[in-house]
């Protein structure tokens, strides 16, 4: 069963920067649409951002110009580059496909501190 592994979050102070990696996903899991999605308390997981095959993205407006995502084919790894932190980006922070249709994982915590 392929489950994605999330790391990199943490707690940031806002304007930080932290850069999330998604593994654990065999190649013919990185040919598909992947994205980044987030789940802030008590509120439902929602699509921030998504890549396709051919590395064509697409960003939830509240975070154009700030995230970033790219795919290492080779490493069948997604990242998710986060710059100038806002409180409202504390969330959990998972990937999956587009839609999602893998396990979900743990996920990665987001802490941004005003």
């Known amino acids: 069963q392929v489950q994605p592994v999330e790391s990199g979050g943490g707690l940031v102070q806002a304007g930080g920067s932290l850069r999330l990696s998604c593994a654990g996903l065999r190649s013919f899991i990185i040919l598909n649409v992947m994205g980044w999605y987030r789940q802030a308390p008590g509120k439902q997981r929602v699509l921030v951002t998504r890549?396709?095959?051919?590395?064509?993205?697409n960003y939830t407006d509240s975070v154009k110009g700030r995230f970033t995502i790219t795919r290492d084919s080779a490493k069948n790894t997604v990242y998710l580059q986060m710059n100038s932190l806002k409180p409202e980006d504390t969330a959990v922070y998972y990937c999956?496909?587009?839609?999602?249709?893998?396990?979900w994982g743990q996920g990665t915590q987001i802490t941004v501190s005003a």
């Open positions: 890549i396709t095959s051919l590395c064509r993205t």
């Open positions: 999956n496909t587009m839609p999602s249709y893998i396990s």
